[in-house]
């Protein structure tokens, strides 16, 4: 039987992996897996897990982003090059949601089990490693300073929630971004860097697939209140990369400067200082996704 390691974090979500593990066990089992567990207590903890994990078939991730950033993180410092699987237990789920992973535990086992195998780009800032989406600017850092009980308790509805609290103190940062042979300065309220296309629940790089080399930077520059709003209601038809308030970009490498003290993140955990030096590593990673993908 292969070997399958599963990390699980007990606090993702709306923790309710953990009355699901039998299934799991049994669906993997079922599918040719022998199942080893690994509870996390910590971050920590999952960077010790996969130093554990030499002798496994497969890593399965049960978790949300964070969990997941973690966990490729640990498996590229120390060169373990097996398949991973995901089984999303998180509160918004952005990147399994973009390879079309669906949330139902049973099912998502199934495509374990299936090993129909994509492989895909992870980004590099800094020294770390990311899946989905960094991020710096107004409201990029919601997930890192929201209350874990509120997060488990209302779901997505407390991003929005703490999305909302931080609008008073909204204001925009100067930032220089390098890119090609360009260099752009400007004033930003946000910018993300995807490799998925979703980030916070919110669909912002409609046409970017995280196996194409390539990632998509997207900063709203600063503009009156009127024409935030006017971007907002486009963003949800999925039209605002045409807006003159919008810089978007595509591109393998990226270096942003900052010379304020702002914070970032990284798949909704705190990312490095400015400066950034973004880049994009080419099917690095192999996931198990259903044959559909994307
Ligand atoms: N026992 C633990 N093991 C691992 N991480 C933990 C643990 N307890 C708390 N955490 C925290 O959980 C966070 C990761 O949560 P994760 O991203 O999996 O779920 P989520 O935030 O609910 O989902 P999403 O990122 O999809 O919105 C990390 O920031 C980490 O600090």
């Known amino acids: 039987m292969k070997k399958a390691r599963l990390i699980y974090n007990p606090y993702s979500g709306d ?51 964070g969990t997941i950033n973690h966990v490729i993180n640990a498996m590229l410092q120390k060169d373990l090059d097996v398949p991973i699987g995901i089984i999303p237990s998180g509160t918004s789920n952005d990147f399994a949601a973009h390879l079309n992973i669906p949330k139902r535990v049973s099912h998502a086992c199934d495509i374990i089990s299936n090993g129909n195998i994509l492989e895909i780009d992870v980004g590099k800032i800094n020294e770390r490693y990311f899946v989905n989406v960094a ?58 860097i995807l490799n998925g296309s979703t980030a916070g629940g919110f669909k912002l ?7 194409d080399g390539k990632l ?5 520059k600063s503009c ?11 963003m949800l038809k999925g039209e605002h990369l045409e807006s003159s308030n919008i810089i978007y970009l595509k591109g ?35 996931v198990f996704t259903p044959i559909n993908h994307i």
């Open 15 to 65: 923790r309710s992996f953990r009355m699901r593990l039998d299934l799991v066990i049994d669906k993997l089992q079922r599918g040719g897996y022998e199942v080893i567990p690994h509870r996390t207590m910590s971050v920590e903890d999952i960077y010790l897990s996969i130093s554990n994990s030499d002798y496994c078939d497969c890593i399965i991730v049960s978790g949300g982003d």
């Open 135 to 192: 991020a710096g600017g107004l409201l990029t850092d919601v997930s890192q300073k929201i209350d874990i009980n509120l997060k488990n308790t209302l779901g997505k509805m407390a991003y929005y929630i703490k999305g909302i609290e931080q609008l008073p103190n909204f204001r925009a940062i100067p930032i220089t971004i390098e890119h090609e042979d360009n260099i752009i300065n400007e004033m930003v309220y946000l910018f993300v």
């Open 205 to 211: 790089a409609p046409d970017a697939t995280a196996h």
């Open 216 to 220: 998509n930077l997207i900063a709203v």
């Open 224 to 234: 009156n209140l009127m024409e935030l709003f006017n971007l907002f209601i486009k």
């Open 252 to 286: 393998e490498k990226f270096s942003i400067k900052c010379n304020e003290n702002i914070e970032t993140d990284i798949d909704g955990e705190t990312g490095p200082l400015f400066p950034l030096n973004v880049s994009i590593s080419n099917k690095k990673l192999k």
